[in-house]
């Protein structure tokens, strides 16, 4: 796989540590050869970054901050990328966040606030990303988001994240036409559950992790590096002919009833 994305620089936002799914994505692209940019939005996922990169022996173009709560904060990161990278090919959005209380229970208890505050970060973020990212991408380029069989079917505990995944989906759909007339493709990658900080968050891990093993056709569950590869197809141009997609990787189980 070297040299499939040679000469190609692409954003990556969403590593917390070295679990995260943008971690494993990194690593593919890297050893695509890849030019990688960061975004980060605290100070610990930051430091937890550089000593990662340091450690693997991987070379960051550029780490800038991204809160992607703040249109400003978008807006700025951009604006550097732009001036600091030029042009960009590609951009992995793996962020995601919703209250912790709102992931376990009923989701008809949900509250407003937490609703919306799950639907800004995990869905609006990716709108917002593309919106700029479409100006740096001025070669054509694609977008890959990652979202979870909880947009499809009722999974127990994932509840406000289930619908913000569903419309996270729907946006990949609308934006996969609002871009395409630009060369940009847009599409998801579908991960079966990972043990990573956020899917900490979401009660019944476990369980969810068990019934994988037991009904996915692979009898067995995905990691970071299936996920990794999976996006590096769509990220490269393996992938030229699809847009407005959503990929599972996940074993197989969405095909089982
Ligand atoms: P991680 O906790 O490792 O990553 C989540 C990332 O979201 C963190 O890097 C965090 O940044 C970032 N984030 C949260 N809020 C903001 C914000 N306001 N601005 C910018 N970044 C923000 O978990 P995962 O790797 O599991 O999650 C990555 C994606 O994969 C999410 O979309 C998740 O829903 C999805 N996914 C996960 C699955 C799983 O089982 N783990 C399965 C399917 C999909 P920071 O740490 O700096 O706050």
Redesign the pocket.
């Known amino acids: 796989m070297s040299g499939l994305l040679q000469g190609k620089n692409v954003v990556i ?5 070295e ?4 971690w494993g994505i990194t690593k593919s692209l890297h050893n695509a050869g890849a030019n990688l940019i960061f975004t ?3 100070e ?2 930051y430091q937890k970054l550089v000593k990662l990169l340091e450690k693997h022996d991987i070379e960051a173009e550029l780490i800038v901050a ?4 703040s249109d400003e904060s978008i807006q700025q990161a951009f604006s550097e990328i732009k001036e600091k990278v030029g042009t960009i090919h590609g951009l992995v959005h ?4 919703a209250n912790r209380e709102e992931l376990k229970g009923e989701y008809a208890n949900t509250s407003r606030e937490g609703f919306l505050v799950a639907q800004e ?2 869905a609006y ?1 990716l709108v917002a990303v593309t919106k700029a990212a479409k100006e740096v991408m001025t070669e054509g380029g694609s977008i890959v988001t ?3 069989l909880g947009a499809e079917r009722v999974i127990p505990n994932y509840n406000v ?1 289930g619908v913000a995944k569903a419309s996270l989906e729907a946006s990949v759909r609308y934006l996969a036409e609002d871009v395409g007339k630009y060369g940009i493709r847009v599409n998801a990658v ?5 043990r ?4 900490k968050g979401v009660s019944g891990f476990n369980e969810k992790a068990n019934v994988i093993v037991e009904k996915a056709p692979l009898r067995r569950n995905v990691d970071q590096d299936q996920v990794g590869d999976a996006t590096l197809f769509f990220i490269s141009e393996l992938s030229r002919g699809v847009t407005g997609e959503v990929l599972h990787v996940d074993s197989g189980f969405h095909i089982i009833g």
């Open positions: 936002m969403g590593v917390a540590n679990r995260s799914i943008a980060n939005r605290q610990r996922s991204c809160d992607v709560a793996s962020v995601a966040f970060i995990s973020s990652q979202t979870y994240m579908s991960a079966g559950p990972i990573t900080l956020s899917a």
